[in-house]
């Protein structure tokens, strides 16, 4: 039947086409889209979404979001066996980790909720009680001890590490410090103290520890507040050459940091001692290929790899999600990182200013650092990585330090203008966050800048005092200071003698009050012009 239908068809058609009449055909033509039209295209879908004024605040919140679901799932991962050869069960450190998590996001929603002056406000106590913490790890009673170092607490079976605590703590008073720094000398001697002198002492009592790892970082913070507050660039230089002469020294101090080092110099040379695990991190992310081998996969996390959960996680990212997995990481790492400067371009609040960027580039400097390593670029360090590696105070500073950016995004101009119309939509309302207040200098800012003009008036050459406009050099004539018109053939000196000289040649003594009789109370005679005197300006 189908076919006898087909030939019927056939036949209608041809008897359709010989009679004459034209038979419709329907051409479906799809759109060519060039590669300079997609990219167009793609551009202003682009310049579209970052015009919106909220854009930089979902941003943040979807990338916290997103590494932190991302890193309890490869804690999990690469935990899991570690914690069963221990005795333990193999969800242990996953869920001192989860909750660690879940605190870093209560104070990630606490920092939305709290106005911006209040971060200023106790900055000085934050620093204050961070240098307090990192003293008190040092007594032996106090800190725990573990491979050689004291530096947590113990508190109720849960570890808190107060040089992580210390980070946010510099980052918020170094901003509150340089914010109203608004004078740089030559030598940027405002900027320098008391910043640099507190960071140095914070570097040694994180040294005692001892951890070289958070020294660095210590370091980058003060390099980046100071930069990024304007300390000239020679200074600048000087200090960073410091900086660079005492890591050497520090990293050549102690046996187990030398043998990193030379491991790296010649990383072949000592495959099974000190470049043990830059050897087997290799191995791991050579395994992954471009696919990986699979989620809870990994063959490095069975004893091959130590601290394969904590400071080589990057590796068991690589192996279990392969190329593609690893890239997708630095690529939302990337993301963050313009979008932190991002909010520090838009902010016009100095200390919201040089707070991101200083958190920026902390949060940028850790991941390269941790990932050069891994990928071994870098010598070997202690420096995790941000929101990915094991590590419970870890992740609550990262949390805190994204909600002060998230804080700070809505502080932008345009979102304050879209979030002050009294109707707020979307995230803002569904976490019932308070509308941002825009910028307005403290009181002590707008005195520091009310002394900062007066200073720099002083400073200045005298300005000319105001008056006519002076005539041209021709027009200039010369009064004679009693007001009287210039006589002829008469030189100035004389004039300005005690004698009043007339037109007749006759001269009289000058008496006071004749002249204030006959010329008034100003020393010149009714009616005269008085008496202008013109200056070079």
Request: hydrophobic letters at 45%; glycine letters at 10%; charged letters at 15%.
């Amino acid at each position: 039947m189908a076919a006898a239908d087909q030939q019927s068809a056939v036949k209608t058609d041809q008897n359709e086409s010989s009679s004459g009449r034209s038979v419709p055909q329907l051409n479906f033509t799809m759109p060519r889209l060039d590669a300079r039209s997609w990219l167009s295209t793609l551009r202003e879908g682009i310049g579209t979404l970052l015009a919106r004024p909220l854009t930089s605040f979902h941003l943040i919140v979807s990338l916290a979001v997103v590494l932190t679901a991302l890193g309890l799932i490869m804690v999990l991962s690469a935990s899991s066996v570690e914690g069963y050869a221990e005795g333990s069960s193999s969800y242990g450190m996953f869920a001192t980790q989860v909750i660690f998590a879940i605190a870093g996001w209560l104070s990630f929603y606490g920092i939305l909720k709290m106005p911006i002056r209040y971060f200023r406000r106790f900055a000085t106590v934050g620093i204050v009680a961070s240098l307090a913490l990192l003293a008190l790890v040092l007594v032996p009673s106090i800190g725990v001890k573990v491979n050689g170092a004291r530096r947590w607490f113990d508190i109720a079976g849960i570890s808190i590490q107060p040089s992580e605590l210390a980070k946010v703590a510099l980052c918020v008073w170094g901003a509150h410090l340089l914010a109203s720094r608004k004078h740089v000398g030559a030598w940027g001697r405002e900027l320098l103290f008391p910043l640099v002198p507190v960071a140095v002492f914070m570097c040694v009592l994180i040294i005692l520890e001892p951890n070289q790892s958070t020294t660095m970082i210590i370091g980058i913070i003060v390099a980046s507040l100071l930069w990024f507050s304007g300390l000239p660039g020679q200074v600048f230089a000087g200090f960073a050459g410091l900086f660079a002469l005492a890591g050497a020294l520090l990293a050549l101090s102690a046996d187990y940091r030398a043998a990193r080092v030379f491991s790296f110099l010649d990383s072949s040379g000592d495959a099974l001692d000190s470049g043990y695990q830059a050897t087997q991190a290799k191995y791991a992310l050579a395994n992954g290929g471009v696919f990986g081998v699979g989620l809870g996969q990994s063959t490095a996390k069975w004893n091959y790899l130590p601290n394969a959960h904590n400071d080589f996680i990057f590796a068991i990212i690589g192996e279990e999600l392969g190329l593609i997995g690893a890239l997708s990481v630095v690529g939302l790492f990337l993301l963050l990182a313009y979008t932190g400067m991002r909010i520090a371009r838009r902010s016009t609040d100095p200390f919201l200013r040089l707070l991101c960027a200083t958190i920026t580039v902390l949060i940028t400097a850790q991941v390269f650092i941790n990932i050069g390593y891994v990928v071994g670029l870098l010598p070997v360090t202690g420096i995790q990585l941000p929101l990915l590696s094991q590590g419970g105070t870890s992740m609550l500073t990262m949390l805190t330090m994204l909600g002060l950016l998230a804080s700070a995004a809505r502080h932008e101009p345009e979102a304050v203008a879209a979030l002050s119309t009294g109707s707020q939509r979307g995230l803002s309302r569904l976490l019932r966050l308070p509308a941002p207040a825009a910028y307005q200098p403290r009181a002590v800012d707008r005195l520091h800048d009310r002394l900062d003009r007066r200073r720099s008036a002083g400073t200045r050459p005298a300005e000319p005092r105001r008056g006519p406009r002076p005539a041209p050099a021709a027009a200039r004539v010369r009064r004679p200071v009693t007001g009287t018109p210039p006589v002829r053939g008469v030189r100035a000196r004389d004039q300005r003698s005690d004698e009043i000289h007339y037109p007749a040649g006759q001269t009289r003594a000058r008496n006071p009050q004749d002249l204030r009789r006959s010329t008034g109370r100003g020393g010149r005679s009714a009616g005269a012009p008085r008496r202008t005197e013109y200056r070079h300006r």
